[in-house]
Every structure is written in C-alpha cells, then in structure tokens.
C-alpha cells in the first residue's frame, strides 16, 4: 500500500509539475477545414510592368474561370519595386491540384498570358497560408489601399503567440485606426509567420492612424506584450489593379 501511495503521489506531482498549453489556437478550424490561401509575388522586369498588367487585365478571366481569386495588387512601397502580389483560394490540396492540371491544359490560358509573360517575370514566389482560427476574411466597406504586414514570431505556432497576438490586432481594430481584411498564418514557406492584411482608405489615412495609435497606452501595451514572440517584421503597401476583387 506504501508503494502504491508513492507511486500515485509521485504521478500527480508529476502531472502538476509538467507543462500544460492548453489553449483554443492549438487546434482550430484550420485543423478541420481544409480551405487555404496561396499568396504568390511576382518580381518583373522594369520595363514589362505595363505589358504584364495590361495582359492580365485581359486574360484574367480565364484564370478565374478555375479558382478564386481573393485580391491582386501591383506593390507601392516596401522592398524592391516593379512587383505584383495576388491570393488565392482553394478548398483543399486536391482542389488547387486539379486546378494546376486544368490550366496547363487550357490552351488559351497557355497561349495568351502564361507564353507572353513569362518574359516579363523575372522572380516568382509562393506560400500557403491558413486563415488564423479567430481570423475571418473581411471585404473593406470601399475602394482603398491595402497593407500587408509580415510579422516573423518565435517558433511555437498560435498556441504560444495566439493570445497576445490577437489583444495587439484588436486594439487597432477595436480603437478605430484601422481595418483588418485577414490574418493568416503561413503552412508553406517561411514558417512561424503571420501575414495581417489592413485595409485603409488612403496612405495619408493610413500613417495618420498609426501616429495615433502610438500614442495610444492601451495599443502600446498590447503590441508591448505581442513583441516579446516577434523576431522581426516587414510590410508593403499594396494598390489593388482594375480586376482585384478586394478593391
């Protein structure tokens, strides 16, 4: 009976002792369903900017004729220039897999934009990202400009920074400085990264919000405690095209 006491003591102790992350963004709804976002970038070639946005303008719809297409924007400021970034939905793997084979088979997909632009890009990149589970897809009340910020966290995931992460977000939102369209949380790419897409009506609206805000005690003491998981960030300011469903 002693043994036995000994034994079980020693498992409680053990079990109080031992870390427990028990927190709502551990799992979520990205865990069960299966709807994911490409974020793609392309770099081009100075003097084919016009040239690829006039082409696209044209053809787009036979691209979306197979996917959704979330928003398209040529970037304004932030890291290189002559540069365009675009999302887009898929259902699942297999739907954005069935997708690709469709449009290497649509000839005049192929034909019309895929053959006469590949000469004007000169870098292409792709993540996958998950819409962060407290996260939903927002559409701005009007025609604006977008800014993404890239926030690069300390390994963990949403179970560490979760919490501290979303006080930060609302206390823009819930303040009035801002509007946010999404969060997302990459699965492919650059992992431990969080992209948080803001919608503005102008540039001046924009930094007249965020001169606020840093003055503000109850958003400083949010981002303050967000900073302790971030280990850096980047942003651009993003101008929706003429066919970008976010406008």
Not at 202 to 212: F, I, T, V, Y
Request: with cysteine; proline share 5%; hydrophobic share 40%.
């Amino acid at each position: 009976m002693l043994v036995l006491r000994s034994a079980l003591t020693r498992a409680l102790a053990s079990r109080t002792l031992a870390p427990q992350v028990c927190s709502s963004f551990a799992t979520g709804p990205r865990q069960y369903n299966g709807t994911f976002y490409e974020f793609r970038t392309y770099y081009l070639k100075p003097s084919k900017m016009n040239a690829f946005m006039e082409n696209l303008k044209e053809t787009i719809h036979l691209r979306t004729a197979h996917s959704e297409l979330v928003g398209f924007w040529s970037v304004e400021f932030g890291g290189r220039m002559n540069k365009v970034f675009h999302i887009w939905k898929y259902d699942n793997f297999a739907h954005r897999a069935e997708v690709r084979k469709a449009l290497a088979n649509c000839k005049e997909w192929q034909e019309q934009s895929i053959i006469p632009n590949l000469a004007h890009i000169d870098k292409q990149e792709t993540e996958i990202t998950y819409l962060i589970p407290w996260s939903k897809l927002e559409k701005p009340p009007k025609e604006g400009v977008y800014e993404l910020a890239v926030f690069q966290m300390k390994p963990g995931g949403p179970a560490l920074w979760g919490d501290a992460f979303k006080r930060a977000i609302n206390a823009h939102v819930n303040l009035g400085y801002t509007k946010v369209v999404g969060v997302f949380h990459t699965e492919y790419g650059e992992l431990n990264r969080v992209h948080v897409l803001w919608w503005n009506e102008s540039a001046d609206s924009r930094a007249a919000g965020r001169h606020k805000s840093h003055e503000d005690p109850r958003v400083v003491a949010a981002v303050r405690e967000s900073v302790n998981y971030l280990v850096s960030q980047q942003n651009m300011l993003l101008i929706p095209t003429s066919f970008s469903p976010l406008k």
